[in-house]
């Protein structure tokens, strides 16, 4: 294809600047058009219709880029006059495909929201639209109600395509809705089927803890216990012990977090949440309460107590103290008055508790004493999970500012934000480096530096595209990742040492 008046640089993503505040739409709307209709237009007359209209290339790009909406608007027209009859039925026929295109990826969403298009419609509102066009005001809400809904759309989509859009998205929350434009508003009216089966509740317990996320806290307990295995210490029952406790915590610390960041409003004003950040967004999806969730982290924060209770009276009262370090650290997060993580000391206090707190808390489990080398060996631990932590700061990073969420990433310049990653990250791989070079780690921990290239890959993506929240998600994974088989790399070169006792 030639080149056209927009093109979309692959290094440097388009953005708006002060200046220049054309509306945008994502360039996946473009990848969308093209499957859709370039079959039933040939390439020739495809290729045509694209210079004419002026498309980016959208082909070969990031489909979460931004791109000026004109171009698009302009496609959509001449498809619905050049291959249906020019009343905008193709162009609300592509609406649906693209809703479609969006529910097969937030099939999880979908399947919470069944029964509540009402609900649904104010998510398409305050996060789908305002992501989709780049516009946090995209949307404004006047009237909200179980059967109704008035909305004022300043976004310049065409008209068929947000009636298609509406429609189709309370569709697939089942229900029906009669849409119509007056006087600058739209008003739509719903009407709900019959109730279909209710989420399984084992996906909204996964999505309310965050199960996945658990591994920043059996990191940590692999790397006491093997260090305690290297030393000639080790009893598998108390293991399991301290790694369900540890796990129970960090549940009920995932939980009271998203509760308290509800009653902060900073998951309210949030309207760019991704896999990773955000909180679970289940009280303000209306899946559960508030007080659910509260009730749920306190069950969990019982549990981990009755664990580690029984371990004290095993183990010895200095057990106690670990246990009180990593409650106190994972509460004083978010929960007020004191939250950490808005006076942008969060991360002290995450890589604390999952790293020397579990590391050494751990190894006592299994030792009954202290150890320099354990603690030396939770220092990368901890340096990672505050940069899983950080690193998933950023795509809040707006939002939290708004809500007076003050956390290191915000307080921060965005060039020394992006640095401060690369110093959390390279201080755990120098860590274990000089650890190792003074004696003062067993030599295989060495094996973790095999990680060194994933970090660095979610390093150079955060450089490029840290000012684009979905953009951004192969770094927060990337990140995740390093920590996790950093961690495990740890774990297994403490098994390898501990073997060596018996060469």
Sequence with gaps: MKSHPFVLDEEKPMSLSKSDRRPTIKVLSWQLLESVHAPEFGEERWEK???????????????????????????LTSIDQELGKGDGALIEAFAVAWVDAWAERYHSLVQQLQARPDKMLEIVCTEVLPHECNAASAVEILDSRP???????????????????LRRFSQIAG??????????????????????PKPSRWALFVNATRLPFLTASVVPVLVGTGVGWKDGFLNAPLFLMAFFGAAFFHIGANVINDYFDHTSGA??????????????????????????????????????????????????????????????LGWIYTAPPIRLV?????????????????????????AMRWS?????????????????????EF??????????????????????????????????????????????????????????????????????EHAFPYRLIPANAGTIFTHLTTGMLLFFGYVIAGFSRFL
Excluded at 60 to 67: A, G, S
Excluded at 180 to 192: A, N, P, Q
Excluded at 275 to 293: E, M
């Design 372 to 392: 320099n080398e354990a603690l030396l060996a939770s220092i990368p631990v901890g340096l990672l999970i505050a940069a899983v932590l950080y690193i998933n």
């Design 395 to 464: 795509p809040d990073r707006r939002w939290d500012a708004r809500a007076g969420k003050r956390t290191l990433v915000v307080r921060l310049p965005m060039t020394a934000a992006v640095i401060g990653y690369g110093l959390l990250v390279g201080g755990a791989y120098l860590t274990i480096l000089a650890g190792v070079l003074a004696g003062a780690l067993a030599v295989p921990a060495l094996l973790a530096l095999l990680t060194l290239p994933a970090a660095w890959k979610a390093f150079a993506v955060l450089r490029r």
């Design 267 to 328: 998951d309210e004003a949030n309207l760019t949440p991704t896999p990773f950040a955000g909180g679970s967004r289940l009280i303000q999806r209306g899946v559960l309460t508030a007080r659910q969730v509260r009730n749920l982290a306190l069950l969990f924060y019982a549990l981990g107590t009755a664990i580690g209770l029984v371990l004290v009276a095993l183990r010895g009262w200095q057990l106690l103290l670990f246990g009180l370090a990593g409650f106190i």
């Design 175 to 196: 229900g029906e809705a009669e849409v119509k434009s007056r006087g600058g508003e739209i008003h739509v009216s719903l009407r709900v089927g019959e109730p279909p």
């Design 49 to 75: 219709l694209c210079r004419e209209v002026g498309a980016p290339e959208f082909r070969h790009v990031d489909p979460e880029r931004d791109c000026p909406i004109e171009p698009f608007n302009q496609a």
């Design 147 to 165: 059967d109704r809904l008035v909305l004022r759309m300043g976004i310049d989509l065409l008209e068929g395509y947000k009636i298609g859009m």
């Design 342 to 366: 808005h006076r942008g000391v969060g991360e002290v206090a995450i890589g604390l508790a999952f790293g020397p707190v579990i590391v050494v808390g751990s190894y006592w489990v299994q």
